[in-house]
């Protein structure tokens, strides 16, 4: 089996098991699809194992929000089943990001987010 080159990046957003600040190395195309996708940074070591800080890139204009339901009317749209509070944890979370357009939640925000959708469609 022959060796392949890998790619050291730094974890800037969690996914899987990596979580932000953790380094690791993936092979080339896995690395350039978590720096595209906004989860990792590429990242290099000096002889002595310090990190190279990379170059500033020039600032970017903000981009515009992505998700609709930072909006009254977007978050009027997402389903919330009336069994809400039986589903899997997950599913509230992944309801409740649906409704405010946040990036990570808690349990416990998701289920204030819902509840506060809910008494804001009951109104």
């Known amino acids: 089996m022959a060796d392949t080159e890998t790619v050291t990046v730094k974890v800037v957003k969690a996914f899987s098991v990596y979580w932000p600040g953790m380094v690791a190395g993936f092979e080339p195309d896995q690395a350039r699809n978590l720096i595209t996708k906004g989860f990792a940074v590429a990242v290099s070591f000096d002889d002595d194992g310090n990190e190279i800080a990379a170059p ?66 009951a109104g």
């Open 56 to 121: 500033a890139k020039p600032e970017a204009e903000p981009e515009a929000p992505s998700k609709e339901a930072a909006t009254p009317d977007a978050a009027g749209s997402v389903d919330i089943p009336a069994d809400w509070e039986n589903l899997h944890h997950m599913k509230q979370i992944a309801i409740a990001k649906q409704i405010t357009g946040a990036d990570r939640l808690t349990l416990d925000q998701a289920r204030e987010a819902i509840t506060q959708e809910l008494a804001r469609r």
